[in-house]
């Protein structure tokens, strides 16, 4: 073998290895980060803390946005904490509030909205009297149709899909959006033709 062909080899060896190292290395790089990498990135290296949920609970350790709206205006939570109400002065299902936090710790991420419990209407009239709310909204033209007939929100009609209207389905207390906005999204959510007749469109 001649020494050209000898270099060539060995260049092509040579090659070879730098390659593979840097293969090796573009490798490492996709691997999965250490727990060291990950605390170091300011993740939790503690262990989870379970949530043992009581009506005495501090729940603004865990519910952050419910907690903020309480003391922002544009929340209709906030008008009520100024008045003196609690998370659980609403929030009175004691078992359901029980089994959502069920296996929870201070490390879950579902922390965010009560989605699994409801407020009860009679929470609501327990403090809004029925009556009142009623004469209050008698000539409202908010919920107006297409077709021109008017609504009143706390005198709807008597059918059975009326029957799952509650308070709290146009009156979310931690949404920034309005009791007009939730009310009108409510009956379209039915009514997606915008016409308050029933039967006129399924029969």
């Not at 419990?117 to 008698?138: P, Q, R």
Request: charge should be negative; proline fraction near 1%.
């Amino acid at each position: 073998m001649s020494q050209a062909m000898k270099r060539g080899v060995a260049l092509a060896a040579v090659v070879a290895s730098m390659l593979c190292v840097v293969g090796l290395l573009c490798l490492s790089g996709c691997a999965p980060q250490s727990a060291a990498g990950d605390q170091d990135k300011g993740g939790k290296d503690d262990a989870a803390v379970q949530v043992a949920w009581s009506s005495d609970s501090d729940c603004t350790s865990c519910h952050a946005m419910e907690a903020s709206s309480m003391t922002d205006a544009s929340y209709l939570c906030a008008t009520h904490e100024q008045q003196g109400s609690t998370c659980t002065t609403c929030h009175t299902d004691d078992g359901a509030l029980s089994d959502v936090h069920e296996n929870a710790t201070d490390l879950t991420k579902t922390a965010k909205k009560l989605k699994k419990t409801e407020v009860a209407e009679s929470v609501c009239l327990s403090c809004h009297d029925n009556g009142e709310i009623k004469a209050a909204t008698a000539d409202l033209a908010l919920l107006t149709d297409d077709n021109g007939k008017t609504v009143d929100p706390h005198d709807l009609p008597t059918n059975a899909e009326h029957e799952v209207i509650e308070c709290a389905s146009c009156h979310a207390m931690h949404s920034a959006e309005g009791a007009d906005e939730q009310a009108t999204a409510k009956c379209l959510s039915c009514h997606h033709q915008n016409v308050y007749e029933c039967h006129t469109c399924h029969s």
